[in-house]
């Protein structure tokens, strides 16, 4: 795994809300669905949704860039 100036300390989570786009989460946060139960990650690095608009929930594929997404509305 790589580490840069943008990597949480060991051990912490930080999650970065991106102008109308997703959530970034960096750390060892635990994803959680609807019903407890924890959505397996494979990176360090995840996005989550929050457009609403996105094929593979809870994670982000780039809708929020064509649905007209906005976080400053
Ligand atoms: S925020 Fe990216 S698809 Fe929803």
Not at 27 to 47: C, E, K
Request: hydrophobic share 35%.
């Amino acid at each position: 795994m790589s580490t840069s100036e943008t990597d949480p300390p060991t051990g912490e989570v930080v999650v970065t809300a991106y102008p109308d786009g997703p959530l970034l989460v960096r750390g060892p946060a635990t994803i959680l669905d609807q019903d407890g139960r924890p959505v397996p990650r494979s990176r360090a690095t995840v996005a989550l949704c929050r457009c609403g608009g996105t094929a593979i929930a809870p994670w982000c594929d780039a809708t929020h860039k064509v649905n007209g997404f906005r976080t400053d509305a």
